[in-house]
């Protein structure tokens, strides 16, 4: 099997789930110009999905992208959900819905979204894999495979039971890489050993690694003072071999100029570039933050309607800059869904990729920055 699917593009993946925003919504003008600079410097992988801004990226993909370049001049990768599923049939209606929203006829890769134990034993039951199979016969995916947030036992075990997933997205940087939490090292290793491309999503950490506190920029700064500190994240992530994209969720244009001017020709990192990331690694082992990654979905089981990954922010924040009044301030205006007001139902934690104990760390976040 290939390792890159036939895909023959640059390294750099534009995820569409952070986009600019204007009044709430997604700024289509801004991320218009996003894609352009994206396509002019010869990148041409997009990543999205059904449950992204309620829907809003995939429209976004299809007013932004596939109403303006040929669909042959880029690859879209789509993901299926799982977790709101009550009945196999509704397998088809996501996939319709998505079909319909982003206008493209057909997904370069289709991903079963965000496989954990849970979620893969649903997957089983529904007949998600017979199903995008089907898929792929009819023409309307080209390829298949999944996300992954869990072990790498699991990990192995769907591999060793579905062979024919052809490619696997895993969360990897080298902050997580010997995190216990997320084993992103252990989890590469399985994907190379069943010989599957591998796309990497979270590669700056949800941009936790592009804000590092004053002494670790100074690291990366004093290494190469022409680099940016996001830049030593994705670097590392595509310098490991076997990965065909890495995705950046990027906000604004000053990321994409910054994202695309040093992957538009890649070149690996070197033997002292990686010795100046693994300082950098053992000065943030020792900032107990909260490892979030801010992509939401706990906020939307959440019946109390607490902005958790906010939350969580202002606390590592404060914890990496050692900046109270900044963090009071952010905190100061959370002004419905307050940290205080968790029931600690642990809905919230059914749907953590990350598997953070949710409530105990909200209280945490009380206890220092106040009710």
């Known amino acids: 099997m290939s390792n890159t699917l036939g895909y023959t593009g640059k390294k750099l993946g534009f995820g569409l789930m952070r986009l600019p925003k204007a ?32 829907g809003d990226s995939e429209r976004v993909a299809k007013a932004a992208l596939v109403d303006r370049y040929p669909r042959e001049s880029f ?7 799982f977790w709101d599923a009550e009945r196999p049939e509704q397998l088809q209606e996501y996939f319709d819905e998505s ?31 017979e199903f995008v199979k089907g898929l792929k016969e009819k023409g309307l995916i080209k ?34 890489w010997e995190n216990p939490a997320v084993q992103s090292k252990g989890c590469y290793e399985v994907a ?60 604004n244009l000053a990321q994409m100029e910054d994202n695309t001017s040093y992957m538009q020709h890649f070149s690996p990192l070197s033997e ?53 009044p900044r963090a009071e301030r952010k905190y100061a205006r959370i002004e419905e869904g307050r940290p205080s007001s968790c029931i600690e139902c642990g809905s919230c934690m059914a749907h953590c990729p990350q598997h953070i104990e949710i409530p105990e760390e909200l209280k945490k976040v009380v206890a220092t920055l106040g009710e």
């Open 75 to 81: 690859w879209l990768v789509d993901k299926l959900p």
């Open 192 to 251: 190379r050993k069943h010989g599957k491309p591998v796309l990497i999503m979270e590669p700056v950490k949800g941009s936790a690694l592009a804000t590092l506190n004053p002494e670790m920029r100074k690291v990366f700064q004093d290494a190469n003072p022409e680099a940016s500190v996001a830049s030593w994240a994705v670097r590392y992530a595509a310098s490991l071999e076997g990965v065909m994209v890495v995705l950046s969720g990027m906000s």
């Open 143 to 176: 390829h298949f495979g999944f996300s992954f947030h869990d072990t790498p036992e699991l990990l192995d075990q769907i591999l060793t039971e579905h062979p024919e997933a052809e490619v696997v997205q895993l969360q990897i940087n080298y902050a997580d």
């Open 23 to 54: 009044n709430g919504k997604f700024d289509l003008e801004k991320t218009k110009a996003m894609v352009d600079l994206f396509m002019q410097r010869g990148f041409n992988y997009f990543d999205t999905a059904y449950v992204y801004g309620d």
């Open 99 to 129: 079909l319909r929203r982003t206008g493209a006829g057909y997904f370069d890769i289709y991903l079963l979204h965000s496989l954990n134990r849970e979620l893969y034993e649903k997957a089983q039951r529904f007949g998600a894999w």
């Open 272 to 324: 002292g570039e990686r010795a100046t990331i693994a300082k950098v690694v053992d000065m943030l082992k020792q900032v107990p933050v909260i490892p979030c990654t801010k992509c939401r979905y706990c906020v939307d089981a959440c019946p109390q309607g607490i902005d958790i990954p906010n939350a969580f922010e202002i606390y590592n924040e404060l914890l990496m800059f050692d900046d109270r």
